[in-house]
């Protein structure tokens, strides 16, 4: 059926602002990131003056020479690299461990687990105690305690959970004929078939642990330990330099602001990396529970 004239422009005109609409919100989460990177490339004196927009002025790799020559910097990259990676596995096993009985009907209690991991969501532990329990455990002040307090999201938990619901049950009946036991089935059969809801939530995962910024502020003591986002802290917060000493340059005639810039590119850029190699999959999870067959 052909839409009126004045349906045709009125629908028409909601796309144009709906366009606008998008369009203004990508740029303003685009240019101040313009913005950073354009400063981690630009002089001193053109930073100070505040000549710089959106493109280097006076281009410059001094601020990226003290990166790379920071011993403390790779330590804290190395540290968080290792935390993204081993937590992330972690969360992946642990989650589907948990997700997979609690999508199968035939399992008892199934509903009262589901319901304590959903009052997760709403009550949160107090600071003190879920510290004096990592004390307890002998977890502060290692990396432990950046991984294994948030092994599980309950967020993350239902998206996969919903997902396992979605494969046939004939599948796992037909798996259970063949001999296969549970262990069986959820390393051959479910996890192959749910790619797409582990990437969801493996991006998730990946991006919270590259994050992990106040528990390690809370049970790290040593700055050896500290991670990435902690020694960006440090760089952001201290305008003096000087104590490094490992400046590429002379630090009264160069931008402190120029460095904060690099050290924020080189804790940000390696994580938006990992989005387009799993992006065909993260469209797919994303879209979980909104077709049914």
Not at 82 to 110: C, D, F, K
Not at 162 to 176: C, G, H, W
């Amino acid at each position: 059926m052909a839409l009126s004239g004045r349906e045709h422009w009125s629908r028409k005109l909601f796309l144009i602002c709906n366009y606008l609409f998008l369009t203004g919100l990508s740029l303003s989460m685009l240019l101040p990131f313009l913005n950073v990177i354009a400063q981690s490339f630009s002089g001193a004196v053109a930073i100070d003056r505040g000549d710089v927009l959106f493109w280097p002025v006076d281009f410059t790799l001094n601020y990226y020479q003290y990166v790379f020559d920071d011993a403390s910097i790779w330590r804290a990259f190395g540290i968080t690299v290792y935390i993204t990676a081993a937590g992330t596995l972690i969360n992946l096993a642990a989650t589907s461990s948990l997700a997979y009985p609690l999508s199968r009907t035939e399992y008892v209690g199934r509903k009262y687990v589901l319901l304590f991991v959903l009052l997760t969501m709403i009550f949160t532990a107090p600071l003190i105690p879920q510290f004096i329990l990592m004390r307890e455990l002998d977890l502060v002040n290692t990396l432990w305690a950046l991984m294994i307090p948030t092994a599980i999201s309950a967020f993350n938990l239902i998206v996969l959970r919903s997902f396992f619901m979605q494969i046939p049950t004939e599948l796992i009946d037909s798996a259970r004929i063949d001999g296969c036991g549970e262990l069986r089935i959820m390393w051959s059969l479910m996890l192959p078939l749910s790619k797409p809801a582990l990437a969801t939530i493996g991006i998730f995962y990946s991006v919270t642990n590259w994050n992990k910024y106040m528990d390690a502020l809370y049970y790290l003591n040593d700055r050896k330990l500290y991670p990435l986002q902690v020694k960006l802290r440090e760089l952001l917060i201290n305008d003096d330099l000087v104590d490094t000493g490992n400046l590429p340059f002379d630090v009264s005639s160069q931008s402190v602001q120029g460095v904060q810039m690099a050290v924020i590119l080189v804790a940000t850029v390696p994580i938006i990396m990992l989005y387009p190699f799993l992006q065909r999959y993260f469209i797919k999870g994303m879209l979980i529970g909104s077709i049914k067959s």
